[in-house]
């Protein structure tokens, strides 16, 4: 028996009954022989840190822009918050921790430089619309590994797409919308689990909101700080969860009626903030900027092979903010002669 046989035997002694095993994937776009030693989930996760798209989310904005302060989250802190309160979650309800890693890890691979305002240029500029959401499969399907992508497995592929809920409805039966797997569904409620905090907490580490504005109904049922909210906010989710009753991921009212008001707060008087719009309103003008030089063959033709749109989301949204801004500075800010000595 292989490695990666006893795991999965191992997997069968403790997942639930409605765990996604690893055994039973669905498998991938091109079928591949197993490996020995990891099982398929595992080989996912891998693909996706080693990928060059999970190295540059280290230098995205999450909420703030290529910040200088060393303590901001970035879109990397960002993800790996999420991962790690999906797994608390997944390992307490025996849900495959192994899938819910690969999504989490991988779900944000497709966002742009410059947050949400990369996200809303190109979303006007190209004629397909853009989302993040379908941005991160495309780059796991269509652009990681020069083009040929990382064949992951459906399970984790469809996580990936179906994170996302924007200004939706955070709990939702509608199939269209919630993940195929219990995994997935952990992944799409980690996700605001975690930016709400961390964004919470930001906002105040920039003195954008004090913590006496903070909607008091919040502190009452989430608790008066970041760690305790957290802690709340996991606790609420495995035990209001009932796989038994019904199989789907589920978060107390309380808790969720909190964490809907700490949201809205959050968009009104954060990522609405008259601060926040001014930079985020020059990363627009930045990334237009880029679009326009970029669309036509001329100035493409130095860039691999032929030009297509969506050639072009890829590059813009694949650039880190540091890259974005250094392409815009070396195309549009004259260059000071260099002298010699
Ligand atoms: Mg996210």
Redesign the pocket.
């Known amino acids: 028996m292989t490695p990666r046989e006893r795991a999965e035997l191992r997997e069968d002694g403790f997942l639930h009954p409605l765990a996604t095993r690893s055994a039973a994937t669905r498998g991938r776009e091109r079928p591949e022989p197993r490996c020995t030693v990891r099982m398929e989930f595992q080989r996912d996760r891998d693909r996706i840190v080693h990928a060059k798209s999970f190295r540059r989310l280290s230098r995205k904005t999450q909420v703030f822009l290529n910040p200088d302060g060393d303590h901001y989250r970035t879109?990397m802190t960002?993800?790996l918050e999420?991962t790690q309160i999906a797994r608390t979650i997944a390992r307490a309800l025996h849900l495959n921790e192994d899938l819910v890693e690969a999504i989490a890890l991988g779900?944000?691979l497709g966002?742009t430089p410059f947050g949400h305002s990369g996200e809303s240029v190109l979303n006007k500029m190209a004629k397909g619309g853009f989302h993040h959401a379908i941005q991160s499969l495309r780059v796991v399907e269509h652009v990681e590994n020069d083009g040929a992508g990382l064949n992951l497995t459906a399970e984790v592929r469809d996580g990936i797409l179906r994170?996302?809920k924007g200004k939706g409805p955070i709990l939702t039966r509608n199939p269209q919308a919630l993940p195929a797997t219990l995994e997935g569904q952990i992944v799409r409620l980690s996700?605001i689990l975690?930016?709400v905090n961390h964004d919470l907490e930001d906002a105040l580490r920039a003195n954008l909101l004090r913590e006496a504005d903070i909607p008091p109904a919040v502190l009452e049922v989430l608790g008066p700080t970041h760690r305790e909210r957290i802690g709340n906010l996991i606790l609420s989710v495995i035990e209001t969860t009932d796989l038994e009753r019904e199989p789907v991921v589920l978060i107390s009212e309380p808790a969720h009626e909190a964490l809907v008001l700490l949201r809205d707060y959050l968009y009104e008087r954060c990522y609405d903030h008259e601060e926040v719009r001014v930079e985020f309103e020059k990363a627009e003008r930045l990334l237009r900027d880029l679009w326009q030089h970029f669309s036509g063959t001329r100035q493409w033709s130095s860039l691999q092979g032929e030009f297509t749109e969506e050639k072009l989301v890829d590059y813009l949204a694949g650039m880190t903010d540091r890259y974005a801004i250094r392409k815009w500075e070396s195309l549009f800010v004259p260059q000071s002669w260099f002298v010699k000595a």
């Open positions: 879109r960002h993800t999420v779900h944000d966002h994170h996302t996700d975690a930016y």
